[in-house]
C-alpha cells in the first residue's frame, strides 16, 4: 500500500524557518527520485524540489531557490525540505510525492504551512 506521511507543518513568521519531513512507503521511495509540491488556496499543485534516488542531484523552483533545500534518508525511507528566509507567498499545503506522480496518483495530507505576523 502506498503511504505517505509528511509533518513539520506550522505557524512562522517571515524569514523564519521549517524542517519537513515525509515518511513514504517503500514502494514508491526506492530507487525513485522524489519531490516536494505545494497547493495554495485557488492554485494548482506546483512542483517546489526534486532530489534523484541516490541524492546527488536535487533541483528547485525558481522561487524557493538558494532558501529550501531537499534531501533524503534511504535508509529511513524520509524525504525533507528544509525552508529558511520563509515568505508570505510561501504559504501553502506541502506534499512529497514521486516525481511521477499524477493528480490521480495516491497522495498523503500534506502539512500546512503558513507565514505570516
Known amino acids: 500500500q502506498v503511504q505517505l506521511v509528511e509533518s513539520g507543518g506550522g505557524l512562522v513568521q517571515p524569514g523564519g524557518s521549517l524542517r519537513l519531513s515525509c515518511a513514504a512507503s517503500?514502494?514508491?521511495?526506492?530507487?525513485?527520485?522524489m519531490a516536494w509540491y505545494r497547493q495554495s488556496p485557488g492554485k494548482q499543485r506546483e512542483l517546489v524540489a526534486t532530489?534523484?534516488?541516490?541524492?546527488?542531484?536535487?533541483t528547485y523552483a525558481d522561487s524557493v531557490k538558494d532558501r529550501f533545500t531537499i534531501s533524503r534518508d534511504n535508509a529511513k525511507n524520509t524525504v525533507y525540505l528544509q525552508m529558511i528566509s520563509l515568505k508570505p507567498e510561501d504559504t501553502a499545503v506541502y506534499y512529497c510525492?514521486?516525481?511521477?506522480?499524477?493528480?490521480?496518483?495516491?497522495w498523503g495530507q500534506g502539512t500546512q504551512v503558513t507565514v505570516s505576523s
Open positions: 510525492n514521486s516525481v511521477l506522480a499524477s493528480m490521480t496518483s495516491n
Open positions: 517503500g514502494s514508491i521511495f526506492t530507487g525513485n527520485a
Open positions: 532530489i534523484t534516488p541516490g541524492g546527488s542531484v536535487t
